[in-house]
């Protein structure tokens, strides 16, 4: 019967031990890329997968069941992972030459996703807070994003394609959503949430068109489409309950929405 209890307890003390084990896989092909993984915690999981010359990964997890995946097949380029809470969710994917990702979540259950296909594009990805959901898609040349969103349950959605473009998201509260879509070369957009529910839906498609939207407040909503070249709008909505439209297709159009409830 002591034999018995034994053999129980160690079993159970064994499937503990093996519950707090971390995982870590890379699998490197090609010439110089370079691999650094850091875990610290319980049951984190990274997976690196690097196909070409000269790529290189950092990631480092602390906490419980974070999770990153790195995709990399090209030449030169570049990931940085770092995630600390638990339930975080990371996956970088990077495809051409010379494109890089940095990725920092804390908090609980937030999530990133980016994939990048061509040369010299740049994504930061910045969340603190829990369920936050970020995800950045970057097609072309030069193409750079940044997101910032602190808080819960914020939603930031980004699409470039072409030459060039740029777009910065920051959002500070409660359910938040942007989406930014750029096709074509040079445009550039700036979203700034800081509430609960705002909402920005921004799309450009030319040349060297800008957007500016900052929403300060409670269930605002922006809406902005430029088609043509060097098209720029304005939206500034402070207060509760604002809605703004804005639709321009040419050349050289400038419109300023102004909107305050406070």
Not at 57 to 75: E, F, H, P, T, W
Request: net charge negative; aromatic share 6%.
């Amino acid at each position: 019967m002591k034999k018995v209890v034994f053999c129980a307890v160690a079993l159970m003390a064994g499937t503990a031990m093996f519950a707090q084990f971390n995982d870590s896989n890379v699998l490197q092909v090609g010439a110089l890329n370079g691999s650094a993984v850091n875990q610290q915690g319980w049951v984190n999981d990274s997976d690196v997968i690097q196909l070409g010359l000269g790529n290189g990964s950092n990631v480092d997890q602390y906490g419980i069941a974070n999770d990153s995946y790195v995709l990399q097949i090209g030449v030169g380029n570049g990931s940085d992972v770092d995630q600390d809470g638990i339930l975080n969710d990371s996956q970088v994917l990077q495809f051409g030459a010379g494109n890089g990702s940095t990725v920092t979540q804390l908090g609980l259950a937030n999530n990133s996703a980016v994939l990048q296909i061509g040369v010299g594009n740049g994504s930061d990805v910045d969340q603190t807070g829990i369920l936050n959901d970020s995800d950045v898609t970057q097609i072309g040349v030069g193409n750079g994003s940044s997101v910032m969103q602190f808080g819960i349950l914020n939603d930031s959605d980004v699409l470039q394609i072409g030459l060039g473009n740029g777009s910065d998201v920051d959002q500070i509260g409660l359910f938040n959503d942007s989406d930014v879509f750029q096709l074509g070369a040079g445009n550039g957009s700036y979203v700034g949430q800081l509430g609960i529910a705002n909402d920005s839906d921004v799309n450009q498609i030319g040349i060297a068109n800008g957007s500016l939207v900052a929403q300060i407040g409670f269930f605002n909503t922006s809406l902005v489409n430029q088609f043509g070249i060097g098209n720029g709008s304005i939206v500034l909505q402070t207060g509760l309950g604002h809605n703004s439209v804005v639709n321009q297709i040419g050349l050289g159009n400038g419109s300023l929405v102004v909107q305050n409830n406070l």
